[in-house]
């Protein structure tokens, strides 16, 4: 496991009025990296952002975009995202009929490459993908909105893929997305998560680093 937790701030509960500074605040408060949530009202019932808004965010930053594609067919998007400054593209397994050729896809352009899993999705989908991963994102909630609550039955999935993580001998994130906090933190870290994705936790309080440094203490790096 990677030893230092990376925090991923999540811009859905960011002030959207003001996101280049928003996300300016994010990078001086010590976020790791930045977490894009992009739906599309069929795979989840809301809509947030596409490509535009991801190119606007990379003239701002430098810190890497975590682009989490809710969308059904999303390899039909990966080259915008792409194009569009993303750093790793994460595809749901659900919404993906032939994933292995999306991580293809998404490799060839030279990203990262992240699978995610809705909360009743089993580990076993991505058995056979995760030697070629470089990231697999664990959905503690119900994808489509910020601000609900943690769902602790996903927790056992965690411990088996850092397992099946180690054993590929390659370095892969294991990130879980919704409802963390100071609280949850250290039971997602304790079962093998090295990259925590918060929205509320971060932005519900009003000061970027005092949250981002709770979270890191909380996850024990
Ligand atoms: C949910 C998104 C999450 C969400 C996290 O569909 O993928 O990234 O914004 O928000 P919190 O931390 O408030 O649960
Ligand atoms: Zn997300």
Same mark, same amino acid.
């Given at each position: 496991?990677?030893?230092?937790?990376?925090?991923?701030?999540?811009?859905?509960?960011?002030?959207?009025?003001?996101?280049?500074?928003?996300?300016?605040?994010?990078?001086?408060?010590?976020?790791?990296?930045?977490?894009?949530?992009?739906?599309?009202?069929?795979?989840?019932?809301?809509?947030?952002i596409?490509?535009?808004?991801?190119?606007?965010?990379?003239?701002?930053?430098?810190?890497?975009?975590?682009?989490?594609?809710?969308i &059904?067919?999303?390899? =039909?998007? !990966? @080259?915008?995202?792409? #194009?569009? %400054?993303?750093?790793?593209? $994460?595809?749901?397994?659900?919404?993906?009929?032939?994933?292995?050729?999306?991580?293809?896809h998404?490799?060839?352009?030279?990203?990262?490459?992240?699978?995610?899993?809705?909360?009743?999705?089993?580990?076993?989908?991505?058995?056979?993908?995760?030697?070629?991963?470089?990231?697999?994102?664990?959905?503690?909630?119900?994808?489509?909105?910020?601000?609900?609550?943690?769902?602790?039955?996903?927790?056992?999935?965690?411990?088996?893929?850092?397992?099946?993580? &180690?054993?590929?001998? =390659?370095? !892969? @994130?294991?990130?879980? #997305?919704? %409802?963390?906090?100071?609280? $949850?933190?250290?039971?997602?870290?304790?079962?093998?998560?090295?990259?925590?994705v918060?929205?509320?936790?971060?932005?519900?309080?009003?000061?970027?680093a005092?949250?981002?440094?709770?979270?890191?203490?909380?996850?024990?790096?």
């Amino acid at each position: 496991m990677a030893s230092q937790v990376r925090i991923a701030p999540s811009i859905l509960s960011a002030d959207f009025a003001r996101l280049g500074e928003e996300v300016q605040a994010l990078e001086s408060a010590g976020a790791d990296w930045i977490h894009v949530d992009v739906m599309d009202g069929r795979f989840v019932p809301n809509l947030t952002i596409g490509p535009p808004v991801v190119k606007a965010i990379r003239a701002v930053t430098k810190l890497p975009l975590d682009v989490h594609l809710m969308i &059904v067919e999303p390899e =039909r998007y !990966i @080259d915008a995202f792409a #194009d569009a %400054g993303a750093n790793c593209i $994460t595809v749901h397994v659900e919404a993906c009929t032939h994933i292995h050729r999306a991580i293809q896809h998404i490799h060839a352009r030279g990203l990262r490459a992240g699978v995610s899993l809705n909360p009743s999705t089993s580990e076993e989908t991505v058995r056979y993908l995760i030697s070629s991963v470089d990231l697999v994102l664990v959905m503690s909630v119900n994808p489509g909105f910020g601000g609900q609550a943690f769902i602790a039955d996903v927790v056992p999935k965690l411990d088996v893929l850092r397992k099946w993580a &180690v054993s590929s001998g =390659r370095d !892969i @994130d294991l990130e879980v #997305d919704g %409802g963390v906090t100071p609280e $949850t933190a250290p039971i997602v870290c304790a079962a093998g998560a090295n990259a925590l994705v918060a929205g509320s936790a971060i932005f519900g309080g009003g000061n970027y680093a005092r949250a981002i440094a709770q979270l890191r203490a909380a996850a024990g790096s």
